[in-house]
């Protein structure tokens, strides 16, 4: 005698389990091949009680997941690969630290800081240009236990910004410090500093040159979007949120995004989620856009569909577009956006995950 019973309960963006089902199921499967009713090994049985619990939540440790995302807008084609392969190496990488016991605050600190050092995105190395040729950088991170944040805005010099917001949460008893006053402290911090050549790619110079030739070169064009940012839960169920940008291409200068703005360019709250921006800066701080995910998750809403309100409000209020990637205190998780691009991945115990436009969600298992 054979059967199926189907545990999962999929919503758009992951899966769950229902932990009272499988529990079930999983003891009258036993007791069926007990009475040799089944056609399975008692090893299978063991298989599968270890492959349905290695993805959930078992005991009091809470089943980690991390996602990262390198920014949404408009990808040139020839960029598409390359920025994906880069997003999921650093989604595998931050899932190594995660399955090892690190907090989720430190891996989500390590996959922006991956990105960063990574020509290929808009962040740290490879930042857009503003409108003199320089570079200023915004970060934050928050860590959702005790709702400790830090930002800096408008830093140039810096190669990891999501470092300096981090040492700003935790040696101020400040949230966001900005242009000189953040120099000041990463000096204080033994933070060197670069040269602005060396943060400045011929992509992103091109863009400039390309930008300043315009008529009106003070209006972003789409492929100027773009963030960096991960977000995490780890074992113990804490969730964490990091966010980096170089911000719009030939933006004025002190021009302050949404990034290092609490609620806009990311949030974290162990009793709501994390949640990461990305796109038009501008859109996400009129409908702080991180927050009013979380608030439609506060009504009931399942993640992608929180998600889905929060950006389609934007869309009707501002114009604008936008992304999100968001994890939720079950350990649940979405990757929504609205605009063209937004290219992301994920990883849980035995699943990775990924996409890059609108609407992509690629599921590879893997053997860990």
Not at 15 to 35: E, G, N
Not at 47 to 57: A, F, K
Not at 221 to 244: C, F, L, P, Q, Y
Request: aromatic residues 6%.
């Amino acid at each position: 005698m054979g059967f199926t019973f189907d545990v999962r309960c999929c919503f758009r963006g992951g899966w769950t389990i229902d932990h009272v089902a499988l529990s079930a199921f999983l003891k009258l499967r036993y007791f069926l091949i007990q009475l040799n009713c089944d056609d399975h090994s008692d090893e299978r049985v063991e298989l599968d009680w270890e492959r349905s619990t290695s993805n959930h939540q078992v005991g009091h440790d809470m089943m980690p997941v991390v996602l990262v995302h390198g920014g949404a807008g408009t990808v040139p084609e020839y960029r598409q690969a390359p920025n994906l392969a880069a997003t999921r190496a650093a989604a595998e990488s931050a899932w190594l630290l995660l399955q090892s016991g690190r907090s989720a605050l430190d891996v989500v600190e390590h996959a922006v800081k991956m990105m960063e050092d990574n020509p290929l995105f808009n962040a740290g190395v490879g930042s857009h240009l503003n409108e003199v040729g320089e570079i200023e950088q915004d970060a934050m991170i928050m860590d959702g236990s005790m709702l400790n944040s830090g930002g800096v805005t408008c830093v140039k010099n810096i190669a990891n910004p999501i470092h300096l917001a981090r040492l700003v949460m935790n040696k101020t008893g400040h949230v966001l410090l900005s242009e000189s006053g953040a120099h000041k402290f990463a000096h204080a911090m033994g933070i060197p500093t670069v040269p602005t050549a060396q943060l400045i790619t011929e992509y992103r110079k091109n863009l400039w040159e390309k930008r300043r030739g315009q008529a009106n070169p003070a209006v972003p064009d789409e492929g100027s979007k773009g963030t960096v940012g991960a977000v995490a839960i780890d074992r113990n169920g804490n969730v964490a949120s990091a966010t980096s940008t170089g911000g719009q291409n030939y933006k004025m200068i002190g021009r302050v995004g949404d990034v290092p703005c609490i609620g806009s360019g990311g949030y974290a709250d162990n009793e709501l989620g994390a949640v990461s921006s990305t796109g038009d800066g501008e859109a996400i701080m009129k409908v702080v856009l991180a927050r009013l995910m979380l608030f439609h998750m506060e009504q009931g809403k399942e993640p992608f569909e929180a998600a889905d309100l929060a950006l389609q409000h934007l869309v009707r209020r501002t114009g604008g577009t936008a992304g999100l990637i968001a994890v939720t205190p079950k350990g649940e998780w979405t990757a929504h956006c609205v605009s063209e691009h937004m290219v992301w991945a994920g990883a849980t115990q035995g699943q990775r995950y990924y996409g890059l436009k609108r609407g992509d969600k690629y599921v590879q298992e893997v053997d860990e």
